[in-house]
């Protein structure tokens, strides 16, 4: 992908809000750091220049600024990690977060949602997140669970370390519909 100065949106960041919270534009970045080398460097190595070189962004930033070089430069596809491919989905629910952290952690709720899905739970603190082991290729999933008031949450998916780019649709189809089963179990009184 070649980027211009017309740049609208890179790695899904728009050109202004990059620009706002970075102080350069996608085109800024992508010229400074093909002047720094970073196509011949590692993802790690790419972060750490732009973070060493600019800290005031922060890490997140920093990370976003290495992805979408990346991308820009074809050296990562769209959903590409170190570790595989990574798909995700987010769902606002009318229930109490704690309804939904149980919906995960409580066997009996979670079949009537999820089916048969047998999985394993590595991590978990409580009405925040959870990490999990996915059977299906041994793949990992972090559930995450944001508060949008007393009777509404966020709650999002990452499935990661997915063996190919198919899979990501196939991921975010699989969570879609299984939130979509979730959403009505939760407004059923």
Partial sequence: MKVGSGTKKVAGMSDA???????????EWLATLD?????KMAHRDIARLVHARYPKIGGWWAQM????YEQARGLRE????AGGYSASVSRTVAAPVGKLYKAWTDAAVRRRWLGSAKFTITTATRNKVLRIRWPEGDTRVGVYFLPKGPRRCQMSVQHDRLAARSHVAQKKTFWGNAF?????LVAKP
């Fill in 78 to 81: 769209a959903h590409q990690k």
């Fill in 65 to 68: 600024v290495t992805v979408g």
């Fill in 35 to 39: 002047k720094l080398g970073a196509q």
């Fill in 17 to 27: 809000a990059v620009q706002a919270k970075t102080g350069k534009t996608w085109a």
């Fill in 180 to 184: 979509a089963r979730r959403t009505d």
